[in-house]
């Protein structure tokens, strides 16, 4: 491991991998990047692959977008298939308070250029055959958004990191941040140290850990999200669907797999990753609920991993007064790996100098002080 | 060469096939037996071609013929991967292969493998261009899955039965078994699941050395000992860590949720194949499945027979065989001495000297196999043959004792074991193991280590000082 | 096309083994996720021992590999219509 390096990114997820790549790309290499685990480890290697641009705020949108095209292009850029289907996005509404919002919300993206649809039952059962649309109001579809195969966009980004001489660190874990005079100098790992004026908390669920380490309190707290895969089958479902009133949401992957989970509220906040029987139960039935058909259909596997949540659902972005040369780019909550290709070229920009960017005042952390938080109302899972 | 045919079942046969029925297999109609799984009707038709593996469409039939491999994989009355070796033939039913285009027997897709090569690396392919890579991803996805979602009517939710248990004893084989008396003697009550119909694990498939008397005299001993709930044909599915911890089982009409204060794991060992080129071509079997098929279901899937190995089970299933003027090509072993090496002497069967299995041979089904001597590339020995029994080492079934976060240590001689203390305890102080899944090597180690086990978790939930004594004189 | 199959659900040869380990997926995690040994229907039954032997024989012990491939229910593939009345006996549903 290097003795020191220009910036240090400390976590190997989608998150700390998309800046680390689009700073090599722009030519800063010398970077370090520490992943405790093997990379897939975190929440980059659990999560369901889904993609969508319906959002309920304007920031979120524009990233979303921005990073549709980037993922569009990934594959190519990597040479690794993330299988990238845009299938579309089908979000069912239970109740007239929830539809009204999902209205507000579909309209907010059509003024950005996302054509969500608010669609009738009877519509979204034609897209998805046997969808059970008893006690549903309404629907929203968007048809540009979809679903991919995380591991390969990790890989991918690592390996072209890494061939263009970004040095990445698995199984190593960081167990200290050096600061003097509010400078950081140093982050020391199990395997040396590294000496460094700068750090970015890419850390995830980790990353309240790693601030404290910092001096840092974040607000942010980790949350176990479940989630389960079914046997292969032919392609037969072809956009996400997700039940806004209870968080389901499952999609097929490009191995003809359902892959889905379920919001479960009395989860607390915990580094649980163990399974439950709960969310089986609890997964299974809204799945027979909405799609009848998948009855039958078996399940091969459930794990878990963890939501990076913070108060207000946005994630924590820039600076850290008073503190010089401590970057957090953490608390996507269940939607890091979607926005990742963009947040990961702005942060590479901002870092190098070449652009500011509102969304590092937006998402600072001093927002909870000064009362100037905005919740991202669609969240599922 | 032959292929299958039905032999007259042996005397002593637990495995009591039924009444005739008859089932439609892709259009033509097929006889087989209530009470007999689809997989064994299919290959005693004459059925070899099962499916085909996604990737390359290679051929697949059914291997470990148990339940935990995917060899044998059909579409059952319209739904896809049905394990048709856990299924029994009903009347009526409607049975199709899943894979294969134009027909799983000419399957064009199987170009990919006759030409890509020795990789087919599917993370870079398509990759030069993005609208190409789009559109790569569309035909990929349409290849890809083993069968059609289920064209039947939705399936009603089963009842979910939830209770308490002290302990659950998972395996009805000799461990468990033994595990479930010693606690039943010690007056605890004990709910035994089995995902087979049957008691007696691999005494099933020990139909050379006795097993199957065995599973007979173990059944009877029980019969004495209360307090024993038994559950065969109920698969555990799943085991959650926590206090109390979780089973969860079940077969089609119910499941169980069960809180248990104490489990005892026996799940024994997933037979394995060695490694090999062309490993798997269908005709080739390990020594219990090929056990299970003609010794328990009275089918024999193709002659003539080579079988390799050096396990007394393995060479008294050749001697069996043997027995049963089922035609061997030839017996491959390290093991000079051995009865069962006099009996295929005797019966004219040829004996060769150690050697490896270096490659199969064959379109859809097993034609030959090529052996190369223990230390050199170079095969020596070609065996016309439509079977091929090869022995591996097991790998220990450590899956729900991990769900539940024991520890295991791994060897190379045999897969991950569950690693217990003195006394069957694992590293989860709740949980007991013993058995192959422990480590045992023998059917009387098996039974020590279960009956310790019992003795222990009896130990574990209420302190009784002669069930001291018993533990410590054993 | 003769070849050594490791894990028969997902069609992994031995030679994808060796290309992982060559591109530096060296542990039974990044292994399983890069080639796809033990994410088929039989969830690693028949491939994992095989492949956990492998990378021990490549680095040199079996302390190596002493960790198994993490292990999560189900133990086999069941259909959704076994569980979803358990949410029946859920104490808060």
Redesign the interface.
């Given at each position: 491991m290097r003795d020191r390096a220009e910036l240090v990114i400390i976590g190997g997820g989608i998150v700390g991998l998309s800046l680390a790549y689009h700073l090599a790309r722009m030519g800063m290499t010398d970077v370090v990047v520490i992943e405790q685990g093997y990379l897939c480890f975190g929440a980059s290697g659990r999560n369901g692959g889904g993609i969508r641009q319906q959002w309920s705020t304007e920031e979120n949108i524009r990233l979303a977008i921005q990073s549709v095209r980037m993922f569009k292009q990934l594959a190519r850029e990597t040479g690794h298939n993330i299988w990238f289907r845009q299938g579309g996005y089908l979000f069912l509404a239970r109740d007239a308070e929830t539809a009204a919002a999902l209205e507000k919300t579909v309209k907010l993206q059509n003024r950005m250029g996302v054509p969500t649809r608010m669609i009738s039952p009877a519509t979204a059962r034609r897209l998805v055959a046997g969808l059970n649309t008893e006690g549903v109001e309404v629907c929203s579809y968007n048809s540009t958004d979809g679903v991919l195969f995380p591991w390969p966009a990790v890989w991918g980004m690592a390996a072209v990191a890494g061939k263009l001489g970004v040095e990445i660190n698995t199984f190593t874990r960081v167990t200290g941040i050096d600061v003097k005079d509010r400078q950081v100098v140093k982050v020391v790992t199990d395997r040396g140290a590294v000496a460094t004026q700068r750090v970015v908390n890419a850390a995830g669920a980790w990353s309240w850990q790693i601030a404290r380490m910092a001096g840092v309190e974040l607000p942010n707290k980790p949350y176990r999200h479940e989630i389960l895969v079914t046997e292969p089958l032919k392609p037969f479902l072809e956009p996400m669907v997700s039940d806004l009133e209870d968080g389901t949401y499952f999609s097929q992957t490009m191995r003809g797999e359902i892959l889905g989970g379920i919001a479960d509220p009395q989860e607390p906040s915990s580094m649980e990753t163990n399974s439950s029987f709960r969310f089986l139960a609890r997964m299974c039935n809204s799945m027979v609920r909405i799609l009848p058909r998948l009855s039958r259909v078996k399940i091969l596997r459930q794990w878990a991993g963890y939501y990076d949540e913070t108060p207000d659902g946005q994630p924590i972005l820039g600076r850290v007064e008073p503190l010089d040369g401590f970057i957090q780019l953490n608390g996507f909550g269940g939607h890091g790996f979607m926005l990742a290709p963009a947040v990961g070229k702005i942060a590479a920009e901002w870092i190098l100098r070449k652009r500011d960017h509102q969304i590092f005042q937006r998402y600072d952390l001093d927002r909870f002080n000064r009362g100037e938080t905005r919740r991202e109302q669609l969240t599922i899972g | 060469m032959a292929s299958a045919r039905r032999i007259k079942p042996i005397e002593g046969n637990p495995f009591d096939p039924g009444e005739p029925v008859q089932f439609q297999f892709e259009g033509r109609p097929l006889e087989g037996y209530d009470n007999e799984p689809l997989a064994v009707a299919l290959l005693a038709a004459g059925v070899g071609l099962f499916g085909r593996s996604t990737k390359f469409r290679r051929p697949r039939g059914p291997v470990c013929l148990h339940g935990h491999c995917s060899g044998c994989l059909m579409r059952v009355n319209g739904v896809p991967n049905v394990r048709t070796c856990q299924t029994p033939c009903r009347s009526g039913m409607v049975v199709e292969r899943q894979i294969g285009w134009p027909s799983a027997g000419l399957d064009l897709f199987r170009a990919v493998d006759l030409f890509s090569g020795k990789r087919l690396d599917h993370h870079a392919m398509f990759t030069e261009s993005s609208w190409l890579n789009r559109l790569a991803g569309g035909v990929v996805r349409r290849l890809s899955g083993l069968g059609e979602p289920p064209s039947a009517d939705p399936k009603k939710p089963v009842p979910v039965s939830r209770f308490q248990a002290d302990v659950v004893v998972i395996g009805a084989g000799v461990a468990g078994l033994a595990a479930g008396r010693a606690l039943g003697e010690c007056g605890h009550n004990v709910v035994l699941l089995e995902a087979e119909d049957h008691r007696g694990g691999r005494l099933l498939d020990g139909a050379t050395l006795g097993g199957w008397e065995q599973v007979g005299t173990l059944k009877t001993e029980l019969e004495s000992v209360s307090g024993i709930e038994f559950h065969v044909g109920t698969p555990a599915l799943a085991v959650y860590p926590g206090d109390p911890l979780e089973v969860v089982a079940g077969n089609e009409g119910k499941t169980f949720w069960i809180s248990a204060r104490r489990l005892v794991m026996c799940t024994g060992a997933y037979e394995q194949l060695p490694l090999f080129e062309n490993n798997d071509l269908p005709g080739i079997f390990g020594p219990r499945a090929m056990d299970r098929l003609v010794c328990g279901h009275a089918v024999v899937p193709g002659e003539p027979v080579v079988v390799m190995g050096d396990r007394d089970e393995t060479l008294g299933l050749a001697s069996r065989l043997a027995e049963l003027e089922v035609k061997l090509a030839g017996v491959v072993t390290a093991r000079r001495d051995a009865k069962a090496l006099e009996l295929l002497r005797h019966k004219n069967v040829e004996i060769f000297d150690e050697r490896r299995i270096v490659r199969a041979h064959g379109g859809k089904w097993l034609d030959r196999v090529e052996f190369a001597p223990p230390d050199s590339p170079q095969s020596d020995l070609v065996l016309d043959c439509r079977t091929c029994v090869a022995e591996a080492p097991e790998a220990p079934a450590y899956e729900l004792a991990h769900h539940a976060g024991c520890r295991v240590s791994f060897s190379s001689q045999g897969g991950y074991t569950v690693v217990v203390n003195d006394e069957c305890q694992t590293s989860n102080r709740s949980i007991f193991a013993a058995g192959h899944v422990a480590g045992a090597a023998s059917a009387a180690e098996a039974e020590r280590e279960g009956q310790r086990a019992g003795l222990a978790c009896a130990l574990s939930l209420k302190d009784d000082q002669k069930i001291r004594e018993r533990l410590k004189s054993l | 096309?003769?070849?050594?199959?490791?894990c028969?659900?997902?069609?992994v040869?031995?030679?994808?083994l060796k290309?992982a380990f060559a591109e530096g997926y060296r542990?039974l995690?990044?292994l399983k996720?890069?080639t796809g040994f033990a994410t088929?229907?039989?969830?690693g039954?028949?491939c994992?021992?095989?492949a956990?032997?492998f990378l021990?024989?490549l680095k040199g012990g079996?302390d190596t590999?002493?960790d198994?491939i993490?292990?999560?229910?189900?133990?086999?593939?069941?259909?959704?219509?076994?569980?979803?009345?358990?949410?029946?006996?859920?104490e808060?549903?």
């Open positions: - | - | 096309m003769s070849r050594t199959i490791v028969r659900c997902e069609d040869t031995i030679e994808d290309q542990d995690e990044s996720r890069y088929g229907f039989c969830q039954k028949c994992t021992a095989h956990a032997r021990s024989a079996d590999v002493a198994p993490r292990t999560r229910p189900l133990l086999h593939p069941t259909p959704v219509s076994r569980f979803a009345r358990a949410v029946e006996l859920l808060d549903e």
